[in-house]
């Protein structure tokens, strides 16, 4: 086999694998968007089919389902369903310190969209996020990764712990986003002790080899999240994923009360 054959087998199992993960995940919407009112009496008002909101939805997961069908069957027939049962095949060689980066980016924005952004402050948890990523494939410190990944582990049971606990609304799961007082204050000050060893230790390691890129790095760690957050909110009045915390309360305090704005 030559090396073109060998790379066009190799990504037809990649196509195949593709195609079958999101033909699952077609079907979970497919199962929510059935779920929409598709015609009905409404206010006294008779509501058609053709004016559901399930209707482009629908439409739209049929033509993916298509492209998906069109695209495994493509796979099958040029031998794409090779290693499919293999672990290592979908994982990825774990002696390669680039498949180990992508899983460690894909754990960060897990992390950052189900445990940080439900828990605290949305600026706490884009700095922390940001500062992760940066101490890796920015700044490039000696033993960064094992930095990240020892905080942010330690930063995710800490959170989970600590929603656990001051979880007083039994309905509420880790998951959900609430507006327990004790629970985001005390994940505020957790997450914010994080960014501030994050970046003790980046200031320690890294300043005296590289003062400018350091700057640049706390600048796009501190300030383009902040400034990004006070256009949004109160230039263009769109709301974050979640509307407390303690930074957001803060501007919140600063622009309308002190401000009047």
């Known amino acids: 086999m030559t090396e073109h054959d060998a790379n066009t087998a190799k990504n037809r199992q990649y196509d195949f694998k593709f195609a079958v993960v999101l033909l699952l995940i077609l079907a979970y919407l497919l199962t929510l968007t059935l779920s929409f009112p598709m015609s009905g009496n409404?206010?006294?008002?008779?509501?058609?089919?053709?004016?559901?909101?399930?209707?482009?939805?629908?439409?739209?997961l049929a033509a993916l389902f298509l492209c998906c069908t069109v695209l495994l069957i493509s796979a099958v027939r040029q031998n794409g369903t090779r290693h499919f049962f293999s672990?290592?095949?979908?994982?990825?060689?774990?002696?390669?310190?680039?498949?180990?980066d992508r899983w460690l980016i894909i754990g960060l924005l897990i992390e950052?969209?189900?445990?940080?952004?439900?828990?605290?402050?949305?600026?706490?948890?884009?700095?922390?996020?940001?500062?992760?990523?940066?101490?890796?494939?920015?700044?490039?410190?000696?033993?960064?990764?094992?930095?990240?990944?020892?905080?942010?582990?330690?930063?995710?049971?800490v959170l989970v712990i600590t929603r656990l606990v001051l979880n007083e609304d039994s309905t509420v799961s880790l998951l959900d986003i609430n507006d327990l007082e004790n629970s985001i204050l005390y994940c505020d000050i957790f997450v914010a002790l994080t960014l501030f060893i994050l970046l003790t230790w980046q200031l320690n390691t890294g300043f005296a080899q590289q003062k400018t890129k350091v700057l640049y790095h706390l600048i796009a760690v501190l300030f383009v999240p902040l400034v990004l957050v006070m256009i949004f909110s109160f230039l263009l009045y769109v709301p974050m994923p979640v509307e407390y915390g303690t930074v957001i309360s803060f501007l919140n305090w600063l622009v309308y009360q002190q401000l009047g704005i």
């Open 87 to 100: 672990v290592g095949h979908w994982l990825g060689d774990h002696t390669n310190q680039l498949v180990l």
């Open 112 to 157: 950052f969209v189900y445990v940080l952004v439900p828990s605290t402050d949305f600026y706490l948890a884009t700095t922390v996020f940001v500062a992760s990523l940066t101490s890796i494939f920015y700044l490039q410190l000696a033993h960064s990764r094992k930095w990240v990944v020892t905080l942010n582990m330690l930063l995710t049971l």
């Open 42 to 60: 409404y206010g006294g008002v008779e509501n058609q089919w053709y004016v559901s909101p399930a209707l482009f939805p629908l439409l739209l």
